[in-house]
T-cell receptor, first 120, second 112 residues
Framework: GAVVSQHPSWVICKSGTSVKIECRSL??????MFWYRQFPKQSLMLMAT?????????EQGVEKDKFLINHASLTLSTLTVTSAHPEDSSFYIC????????????????FGPGTRLTVL | DAKTTQPTSMDCAEGRAANLPCNHS???????VYWYRQIHSQGPQYIIH???NNETNEMASLIITEDRKSSTLILPHATLRDTAVYYC?????????????FGSGTRLLVRP
């Protein structure tokens, strides 16, 4: 299957700082990427849909000024957690839709390995 | 909200078949059933999907009832590496860039 990477794989930061997480599709172009958040022992919660060249679409209850998403190219989407606080500590996962690239044999999304954010 | 319901947890013995049920009684005609799994602290992995016919690939089989209100994912010979959370998701037809809404999933434990 197609490969999606995330960087960093884990990050620890102080409360009040901003953290940027990158999501890259390594061997295909993705016009659409998705960002999820997952708390311990819980399911993935969709945060937003990231569309290349346009504004992200946020799910209800997700603060767009808190979680800034930029999809500046067909292979890169970034999620910036602004003014992070301990309650933002979570596992952040991105996925990329490979449909347009022809790499999605079954029209599935390909997921990154996740980024674990810990805010002290 | 997720459109599916799954048992919270299941277990099976290594080498035996694991049968994971999923109810999706409100599925609409153009929605497919997708299965993903998530091994601890990793991103989800696609397993299989189907519309109304049974499907099989190298990982699993998917059995969908005739009324499409439920389905079963079958891992024919479970191994310890199949221990994971399995998510059953309904979504619009392939070809559309549509978001996946994850429910709570089934935590499968494969016992040695």
């Amino acid at each position: 299957g197609a490969v999606v990477s995330q960087h960093p794989s884990w990050v620890i930061c102080k409360s009040g700082t901003s953290v940027k997480i990158e999501c890259r599709s390594l061997d295909f172009q993705a016009t659409t990427m998705f960002w999820y958040r997952q708390f311990p022992k819980q399911s993935l919660m969709l945060m937003a849909t990231s569309n290349e060249g346009s504004k992200a679409t946020y799910e209800q209850g997700v603060e767009k000024d808190k979680f800034l998403i930029n999809h500046a190219s067909l292979t890169l989407s970034t999620l910036t957690v602004t003014s992070a606080h301990p309650e933002d500590s979570s596992f952040y996962i991105c996925s990329a839709d490979a449909t347009a690239s022809g790499r999605a044999v079954h029209n599935e999304q390909f997921f990154g390995p996740g980024t674990r954010l810990t805010v002290l | 909200d997720a459109k599916t319901t799954q048992p919270t947890s299941m277990d099976c013995a290594e080498g035996r078949a694991a049968n994971l049920p999923c109810n999706h009684s409100t599925i609409s005609g153009n929605e497919y059933v997708y299965w993903y799994r998530q091994i601890h602290s990793q991103g989800p992995q696609y397993i299989i999907h189907g519309l109304k016919n049974n499907e099989t690939n190298e990982m699993a089989s998917l059995i969908i009832t005739e009324d499409r209100k439920s389905s079963t994912l079958i891992l024919p010979h479970a191994t310890l590496r199949d221990t994971a959370v399995y998510y059953c998701i309904v979504r619009e037809a392939p070809g559309s860039s549509y978001k996946l809404i994850f429910g709570s999933g089934t935590r499968l434990l494969v016992r040695p």
